[in-house]
């Protein structure tokens, strides 16, 4: 099994996460940690790349369930970006495109948020 790591970039008021190993039940604590730490610093506008994410599991979407509505009370968001196909249908069967802007890299991402400012 791949080691799941987190890395981010700063870009103006927005926070840039690339995903990369298997994000499952037992590596979603520390995306959670992640999104907690961004909270308490009051970053609400994220992007998180997918690039180098090979595997989600249920317990990995729902990470992503927990934080949304937090984001968006805030005038924040969280937009997925860079997945690949297999990623792609897992969030597609799930019905994930209806509340999330899936995009198709990192720059289509930041496009969409400067469209809402």
Known sequence: ???FTITE???DDLI???LNGFL???TSSLLEKKFEELLSKK????IVNFSGLSYISS???G??????ETMRSHDGDIKLSDMSDKIFNIFDMLGFPILFNILKD???AVNKFNETV
Not at 43 to 46: D, I, T
């Open 1 to 3: 099994m791949d080691e």
């Open 9 to 11: 970039k700063k870009a």
């Open 16 to 18: 840039i996460l690339y």
């Open 24 to 26: 499952d039940a037992h």
């Open 43 to 46: 970053l609400y506008k994220v």
């Open 59 to 61: 317990a990995g979407l």
């Open 63 to 68: 990470v992503f369930m927990a934080y949304i």
């Open 106 to 108: 990192e720059n289509e």
